[in-house]
C-alpha cells in the first residue's frame, strides 16, 4: 500500500451554495447523481447518499465483490459512526436501495482528512462512478476548509487516484504504520 496526498495550500476554491458552517454529518437526502444508466438491459438512475445511517449487511456484500477482508461489523459500525464523512452510491429496485459504491473520510476538522474504504462494486467499475464519488468526497472535504487530504492505495489504483490530482508526498514523507505483535 502507498500513502499518497492531495494538496490545496494557499488555494481558495469557491463553490455555489456553500456555507461555511456546513454540517455533513446529519445529511439525508438522496441526490440524483447520474440518470439513465445502462445496467442489465435496463435504465437505472444512481444516487448519492451522506447519512451514515448504512445497511452494514449490504456494505459487506459490496465490500466482498471487490475481495476485501471481512471486518467485525461492531467495529465498522463504530468506524462511520466516528467518521467525519461516509458517502454512499446506490440505485433503486423493487423500493430498496442497493449499495453500489462507498467511501468515508476520517479527520481534525481543520487541516487534514484521510479517505478511507473507497469501493465501487465490479459490475458498475468503468463507467466513472468512482471518479464522481471521488470528486465529491474531496468537494465535501474542500467546503469544510481541510487542505490536505490523503489516502492509502494498493498498487493496482494508484493510476486511479493520481489522475484525481493525488501524488506521493512531495516532501518525500513515507506512511509509517504500527501493528501489534
Not at 448504512?54 to 467495529?75: A, T
Not at 481541510?146 to 493496482?156: N, R, S, V
Not at 487516484?161 to 501489534?180: I, R, T
Request: a positive charge.
Amino acid at each position: 500500500m502507498m500513502a499518497l496526498k492531495i494538496f490545496f495550500k494557499n488555494a481558495s476554491l469557491i463553490f455555489l451554495h456553500w456555507h461555511k458552517n456546513m454540517n455533513t454529518h446529519n445529511v439525508t437526502d438522496d441526490i440524483l447523481l447520474i440518470d439513465n444508466l445502462y445496467y442489465k438491459g435496463e435504465k437505472i438512475n444512481i444516487y448519492l447518499s451522506m447519512t451514515k445511517d448504512i445497511n452494514l449487511y449490504d456494505l459487506e456484500k459490496l465490500c466482498d465483490s471487490v475481495g476485501w477482508v471481512r471486518r467485525p461489523f461492531r467495529k465498522v459500525r463504530t468506524a462511520i459512526e466516528h467518521s467525519f464523512l461516509t458517502i454512499s452510491l446506490f440505485h433503486k429496485h423493487n423500493n430498496y436501495n442497493h449499495l453500489i459504491g462507498f467511501a468515508r473520510a476520517t479527520s481534525d476538522c481543520a487541516f487534514n482528512a484521510t479517505i478511507w474504504d473507497v469501493v465501487v462494486h465490479p459490475d458498475f467499475q468503468g463507467q466513472g462512478l468512482g471518479k464522481a464519488l471521488m470528486d465529491q468526497v474531496i468537494k465535501q472535504l474542500r467546503l469544510a476548509d481541510i487542505t490536505t487530504i490523503t489516502l492509502f492505495a494498493d498498487p493496482q489504483v494508484i493510476a486511479f487516484y493520481k489522475n484525481l490530482g493525488f501524488m506521493n508526498d512531495p516532501d518525500g514523507v513515507k506512511g509509517m504504520f504500527w501493528y501489534p505483535r
